[in-house]
């Protein structure tokens, strides 16, 4: 599977980069995983167009033909059993190139919401979105750990 991971921000602190570096080691033995981070914009002046940019931005990095699932606070809620089954239903379907779109502080534009096939929550609250990339990154690996029967998953 190819996943292409189109997040808006940079990972500013060093934890959540070495977070976020150490997924992706662990997850290179199950899929190819691209990182693509956008450059978040000054939502001090005018919030709306600064999401507006982004979006655009998004949608450029996104590969032709990907699956596009949107990260969306009132997304599909799965537990980790059901996103691994979800995972594996895709690449079942022969839909192997799947893009995640994590928005930044202000979220996601309506483009960007309106171009993904579906969205899924990482839980009710509200996360950070270095978090949420961490967290994401986590549950593939979990994942594919889960699909193979693999010991990870408690």
């Known amino acids: 599977m190819r996943i292409t991971l189109v997040a808006v921000g940079r990972l500013k602190e ?10 992706l080691k662990r997850l290179a033995p199950y899929a190819s995983v691209r990182v693509a981070e956008i450059s978040d914009r000054d939502l001090t002046h005018d919030e709306s167009r600064a999401v507006s940019q982004e979006g655009v931005d998004v949608l450029r990095a996104i590969p032709d033909g990907a699956r596009v ?11 980790s059993e059901q996103f691994a089954d979800h995972l594996g239903e895709l690449a079942l379907r022969g839909e192997s190139a799947v893009t995640f779109v994590i ?6 534009a309506q483009e960007v919401r309106s171009r993904a096939d579906e969205s899924i929550s990482l839980g009710p609250m ?15 690996y979990r994942a594919f750990r889960i699909q193979r029967g693999e010991p990870y998953h408690r």
């Open 14 to 23: 060093r934890w959540f980069r070495d977070a976020a570096d150490e997924y």
């Open 69 to 79: 699932i949107a990260l969306d606070i009132g997304g599909r809620q799965m537990s």
């Open 103 to 108: 928005g930044g502080a202000a979220g996601l």
């Open 126 to 140: 509200t996360l950070p979105h270095q978090l949420a990339r961490v967290v994401l990154l986590e549950q593939l």
